[in-house]
């Protein structure tokens, strides 16, 4: 076992806030730890002395070991919250506000939820009242603006002391008790609690900073939301625990804004996904993003585009990150200097792997996953508040990868993302892959629906105004690539949906494809007047009768309609 190894044994045997007063007396009170929204500066003092404050008065509210849900863009509110509640000994489940109500009182019932902090400031700027209102039926709310007011003089006395008398004044948390609990999209199901322990967090932590060599000189920005496990682990508390200044910026959507600020901090490591990467980059000036040294994208595929449109204009490398939220969430990554396309470079220290066959595919398998950041386990609607624990610590990812000999790993895809056509098995993402090298400028999606023939087919949603089949076609048979994963008809839309964690939104594309489908086969049936030759335009099942997706196999063009963004989030509760 290598020291590398070992230190992170040692190291992860430690409760997120002991981790963090230990951060804070390293790097000094004085020192600016985070950079809020608006562009406040808040140093280690700053936080420290909100988190026990908030927590004193947070603790009148609660029981210990209570699971407290937490419902903030990215942002110093964020953050303290989270850190005031572990400092009482309380467990924050970060909640998704992007979900809509069902989903997020689903999560409240898995976990036992029976409070929620937000703030009034936020709830006003995202226009989230309608939210609330669902939410307040099932669970108290608790506005950050009235824990404020009753803070007492007992608490800010506590925000003075506690920093110089953590053990005494602080809950002392079991390393293997939850710590954090995150949850699923939903997207299958209801979504599912996933409890992390406190050594999961801070052992995947110790795993990133022993996996990517950081500058002492490292300033980070994260827009990504804390909600999500990517830009709570790596994109907030990986900074702050080793000491690194971050900037927050609340809505990973503001993509004209965010260049701006990247340059005006001096950034240097961007947390994002291969998507909002490639916009940022488009809305900024040549030079504009030049301070960063490198960009680190999960969630999705990065492209090759993306990383020479990175090198080029801006002079700073894209490594991507894979990871799920069960395993806190970094699995593996690329390392600067040591980027292997088609990878995403080796798996993080003291991470074991096994692949299992899958039937139909050759040269890879079914990823499962076992380490210190691999999580407790889940919590489902179905019997709300009953862990389900992992089977000896392994996780099934779902996910099917190869790992060559050197260790590098390349993922094919999720097992959902295959298609069988008439009994071959087709990654979806080989079928992005191939668009994004005929569109690179564009964002593309497929999509699996039934095929009286062939029993499945292949559908792909993209932006790209015309995207004629036949190009795809003579791409892909001049590069090698079998026609079976050519999309059988191609849908144009204003905008592919995309989520507020920046992946790409394979749900609402599948009911796309479904509508334009069923679009096309009610016409289809209809009785034929007079000749036609084009596909006419698809309409949506609204009162507004907007025009939907344009549906083609052959080099008909159609417009489709724009989704709504989600509300620009600009600021967080102070």
Same mark, same amino acid.
């Given at each position: /076992?290598?020291?590398?190894?070992?230190?992170?044994?040692?190291?992860?045997?430690?409760?997120?806030?002991?981790?963090?007063?230990?951060?804070?007396?390293?790097?000094?009170?004085?020192?600016?730890?985070?950079?809020?929204?608006?562009?406040?500066? #808040?140093? #280690?003092?700053?936080?420290?002395?909100?988190?026990?404050?908030?927590?004193? $008065?947070?603790?009148?509210?609660?029981?210990?070991?209570?699971?407290?849900?937490?419902?903030?863009?990215?942002?110093?509110?964020?953050?303290?919250?989270?850190?005031?509640?572990?400092?009482?000994?309380?467990?924050?489940?970060? *909640?998704?506000?992007?979900?809509?109500?069902?989903?997020?009182? $689903?999560? &409240?019932?898995?976990?036992?939820?029976?409070?929620?902090?937000?703030?009034?400031?936020?709830?006003?700027?995202?226009?989230?009242?309608? +939210?609330?209102?669902?939410?307040?039926?099932?669970?108290?709310?608790?506005?950050?603006?009235?824990?404020?007011?009753? @803070?007492?003089?007992?608490?800010?006395?506590?925000?003075?002391?506690?920093?110089?008398?953590?053990? *005494?004044?602080?809950?002392?948390?079991?390393?293997? $008790?939850?710590?954090?609990?995150?949850?699923?999209?939903? !997207?299958?199901?209801?979504?599912?609690?996933?409890? +992390?322990?406190?050594?999961?967090?801070?052992?995947?932590?110790?795993?990133?900073?022993?996996?990517?060599?950081?500058?002492?000189?490292?300033?980070?920005?994260?827009?990504?939301?804390?909600?999500? &496990?990517?830009?709570?682990?790596?994109?907030?508390?990986?900074?702050?625990?080793?000491?690194?200044?971050?900037?927050?910026?609340?809505?990973?959507?503001?993509?004209?804004?965010?260049?701006?600020?990247?340059?005006?901090?001096?950034?240097?490591?961007?947390?994002?996904?291969?998507? #909002?990467?490639?916009?940022?980059?488009?809305?900024?000036?040549?030079?504009?993003?030049?301070?960063?040294?490198?960009?680190?994208?999960?969630?999705?595929?990065?492209?090759?585009?993306?990383?020479?449109?990175?090198?080029?204009?801006?002079?700073?490398?894209? +490594?991507?990150?894979?990871?799920? !939220?069960?395993?806190? %969430?970094? *699995?593996?990554?690329?390392?600067?200097?040591?980027?292997?396309?088609? !990878? @995403?470079?080796?798996?993080?220290?003291?991470?074991?792997?096994?692949?299992?066959?899958?039937?139909? +595919?050759?040269?890879?398998?079914?990823?499962? =996953?076992?380490?210190?950041?691999?999580?407790?386990?889940? *919590?489902?609607?179905?019997? %709300?508040?009953?862990?389900?624990?992992?089977?000896?610590?392994?996780?099934?990812?779902?996910?099917?990868?190869?790992?060559?000999?050197?260790?590098?790993?390349?993922?094919?895809?999720?097992?959902?993302?295959?298609?069988?056509?008439?009994?071959?098995?087709?990654?979806?993402?080989?079928?992005?892959? &191939?668009?994004? $090298?005929?569109?690179?400028?564009?964002?593309?999606?497929?999509?699996?629906?039934?095929?009286?023939?062939?029993?499945?087919?292949?559908?792909?949603?993209?932006?790209?105004?015309?995207?004629?089949?036949?190009?795809?076609?003579?791409?892909?048979?001049?590069?090698?690539? %079998?026609?079976?994963?050519?999309?059988?008809?191609?849908?144009?839309?204003?905008?592919?949906?995309?989520?507020?964690?920046?992946?790409?939104?394979?749900?609402?594309?599948? !009911?796309?494809?479904?509508?334009?489908?069923?679009?096309?086969?009610?016409?289809?049936?209809?009785?034929?007047?007079?000749?036609?030759?084009? =596909?006419?335009?698809?309409?949506?099942?609204?009162?507004?009768?907007?025009?939907?997706?344009?549906?083609?196999?052959?080099?008909?063009?159609?417009?489709?309609?724009?989704?709504?963004? /989600?509300?620009?989030?600009?600021?967080?509760?102070?």
């Amino acid at each position: /076992m290598g020291d590398p190894i070992k230190r992170i044994e040692r190291r992860s045997r430690r409760a997120i806030f002991q981790a963090y007063l230990e951060s804070a007396r390293k790097n000094g009170a004085k020192t600016v730890a985070v950079t809020d929204g608006d562009g406040k500066d #808040f140093t #280690f003092q700053d936080i420290t002395r909100a988190s026990f404050a908030l927590g004193g $008065a947070i603790a009148r509210l609660t029981d210990k070991n209570e699971r407290v849900g937490i419902l903030l863009p990215t942002g110093a509110g964020a953050v303290i919250s989270l850190f005031a509640l572990l400092s009482r000994g309380r467990v924050p489940a970060m *909640l998704n506000f992007t979900s809509g109500s069902k989903n997020l009182l $689903a999560a &409240c019932k898995a976990a036992q939820i029976g409070r929620i902090v937000t703030a009034r400031k936020f709830v006003d700027l995202a226009n989230l009242d309608k +939210l609330i209102g669902e939410l307040s039926d099932a669970v108290d709310i608790v506005y950050l603006e009235d824990i404020k007011d009753q @803070v007492k003089p007992r608490d800010k006395a506590l925000a003075i002391v506690g920093p110089f008398l953590p053990g *005494l004044l602080s809950a002392r948390s079991d390393p293997d $008790a939850a710590g954090v609990i995150l949850f699923t999209s939903g !997207t299958e199901g209801a979504p599912k609690g996933v409890v +992390l322990s406190h050594r999961n967090i801070v052992a995947n932590i110790e795993q990133i900073s022993a996996h990517v060599e950081l500058e002492p000189s490292d300033k980070f920005f994260n827009p990504l939301p804390t909600f999500h &496990c990517y830009g709570l682990t790596a994109g907030a508390l990986w900074p702050i625990l080793n000491g690194h200044p971050v900037v927050f910026h609340p809505s990973p959507l503001q993509t004209k804004i965010i260049p701006k600020r990247i340059f005006e901090t001096g950034s240097t490591v961007l947390f994002a996904t291969d998507t #909002f990467l490639s916009q940022y980059m488009r809305a900024s000036d040549d030079g504009g993003m030049s301070s960063l040294r490198i960009a680190v994208c999960g969630a999705e595929r990065v492209r090759d585009e993306t990383r020479q449109a990175a090198e080029k204009r801006f002079g700073f490398e894209v +490594l991507e990150g894979y990871g799920v !939220t069960e395993g806190s %969430p970094v *699995l593996a990554a690329n390392q600067p200097g040591d980027i292997r396309s088609g !990878t @995403v470079g080796k798996l993080l220290p003291g991470i074991e792997a096994r692949l299992e066959p899958v039937e139909g +595919l050759e040269n890879a398998g079914r990823l499962h =996953v076992r380490g210190h950041n691999i999580m407790k386990g889940y *919590l489902s609607p179905d019997n %709300p508040g009953v862990l389900i624990p992992l089977t000896d610590g392994w996780h099934d990812t779902g996910d099917i990868v190869h790992i060559d000999d050197e260790g590098y790993v390349s993922i094919r895809g999720r097992l959902k993302r295959f298609a069988k056509i008439g009994g071959e098995m087709v990654s979806l993402a080989i079928v992005e892959n &191939c668009a994004s $090298a005929v569109w690179p400028d564009n964002l593309h999606a497929a999509a699996i629906m039934p095929d009286p023939k062939k029993g499945e087919q292949i559908i792909l949603v993209t932006d790209r105004k015309d995207a004629p089949r036949s190009l795809l076609l003579s791409w892909a048979q001049s590069h090698g690539v %079998p026609e079976i994963a050519v999309p059988k008809k191609i849908i144009e839309v204003e905008e592919v949906p995309v989520l507020g964690t920046g992946k790409i939104d394979f749900l609402t594309v599948k !009911t796309i494809a479904e509508n334009a489908l069923m679009a096309t086969t009610a016409r289809v049936e209809e009785p034929i007047t007079e000749p036609t030759t084009k =596909v006419e335009k698809e309409h949506t099942t609204d009162e507004k009768e907007k025009p939907a997706a344009a549906i083609k196999d052959s080099d008909d063009a159609a417009p489709a309609p724009a989704n709504d963004d /989600m509300e620009d989030v600009k600021d967080a509760a102070e």
